[in-house]
């Protein structure tokens, strides 16, 4: 969660909503001595509200925006129901277990009637949950065998930052692989370099966050069955495909990156990203339930029954859950692919556009990964604009678009991306493009690169 401060008093807000004229000012940053009306305070934040962005032209984010009026209506039913008490709400508690096995037999799960997985928050902490599977395998192998387990070590490429995060927390050492020039992401040939025998795991991304691209990981797979041959280690691999695992099921079927691969022992995924559910849904997934380490499920029984979990997070709301069940059910895999198909059309049309106004090399055209495109300068030190004065002058018109850095590797390069998520139609694109190049016009003309991190963006 972000973390908030501030440095000074804040001002008072004045009552001047209808028959509220008369009340008393209220404070922004203090809690209210008496009751006031529920009207009043729901225009007052409701006005505060049109300061954020339009989420539908936000390209920036990777999360659903666009949903069914059914789903506002199951999520209203579900909203006071705490999915982790499965004794007062079991239906809630099948129709998560119902998602769970869908899932597993969606990523091609040998056992997946039987398997084992669980909802979470969102990807990063079923990513985690995934993480402490691979080191509690691991330094049970290793106690086992009398050698030594406190210095584990992670290997992975330019992941999301709860990598970052779960290395530092849970006491990993992370070893993120750089990453090539001309490269958009890991390739097998480098993993072996980066492993030994504390490694606890390899992590290939199934669509990454900076370029978009999915990382090779049949290949990566490969190379770690050669390091088993040559050296005896045998190293598991987790799937982070918080948003490959909703897209490649469906518009990339004859891609071998799940299950299929003996050595993906777990794979998480974000329902609330191409899984197209309301904010707030993750999903983890274990090839067998012996995956799964018993000693990391706790049974819980105040709440009126035993219940297994594996979490780091506890109450949550069920509503959420019943959206991802109702988007299985409603589009199945027609729906999806026709909804990410689509996507992917707007992502080449968005791209032909852009390469054709001139000063940009396209990284990734939005034709084998996740839907959208990235893109940087082809010259930046003669441009008169940077990437990021773009991101800020195209926000003017109501867009949202991401510029950052390269991760390790090719850090010193800038990068703008642009996600296509369902709702972002052909003509909302071709309009984003015409604003791109009157944007480009006028930074050519008056452009002077004063901004170089107003808008960067960070991958959270």
Known sequence: MPLHHRSAEGNVFATSFGSNVDLEPLSKYKLPEKSTSPRFIKDFIRDELLLDG?????????????????????????????????????????IEQRCVHILADLWNSPESATTIGCSTTGSSEAAMLGGLALKWKWRLKRQAEGKPADKPNLVTGPVQICWDKFCRYFDVEQRQIPVKKNEVGITADQIADFCDENTIGVVPTQGLTYTLAYEPVKEICEALDRLQQAKGLDIPVHVDAASGGFLCPFIDPDLVWDF????????????????????????????????????????????????????????????????????????????????????????????????????????YDGSNGIPG?????????????????????????????????????????????????????????????????????????????????STSFAHL
């Not at 197209?276 to 090839?287: A, F, R």
């Not at 035993?306 to 027609?334: D, H, K, W």
């Not at 190049?437 to 004063?450: P, T, V, W």
């Open 373 to 453: 495109l990235c893109y940087t300068l082809q010259d930046e030190a003669a441009s008169p604009f940077t990437l990021y004065e773009l991101s800020d002058h195209i926000r003017m018109r109501g867009w949202q678009i991401a510029s950052y850095k390269m991760p390790l590797g090719r850090e010193t390069e800038t990068i703008q991306r642009i996600m296509i998520r369902n709702g972002t139609s052909m003509d909302m694109a071709m309009m984003l493009a015409d604003d791109l190049e009157r944007s480009i016009a006028y930074l050519n003309k008056h452009g002077s690169k004063a901004s170089t991190t």
């Open 54 to 94: 339009n989420a539908k032209m936000n390209l920036a984010t990777f999360c659903q925006t666009d949903v069914e009026e059914e789903i506002h209506y199951l999520m209203d039913l579900s909203i006071t129901k705490n999915m982790i008490d499965k004794d007062e709400y079991p239906q809630t508690a099948e």
């Open 260 to 363: 299929r691969l003996p050595r993906v022992k777990s794979i998480n995924a974000s329902g609330h990203k191409f899984g197209l559910s309301p904010l707030g849904v993750g999903w983890v997934v274990w090839q067998h339930a012996a995956d799964l380490p018993e000693e990391l499920i706790f049974n819980v029984d105040y709440l009126g029954g035993n219940m297994p979990t594996f979490a780091l997070n506890f109450s949550r709301p069920g509503g959420q859950i019943v959206a991802q069940y109702y988007n299985l059910l409603r589009l199945g895999r027609e729906g999806y692919f026709s909804i990410h198909n689509n996507c992917r059309d707007v992502a080449k049309a968005l791209t032909k556009r852009i390469e054709a106004m001139g000063p940009f090399t396209i990284l």
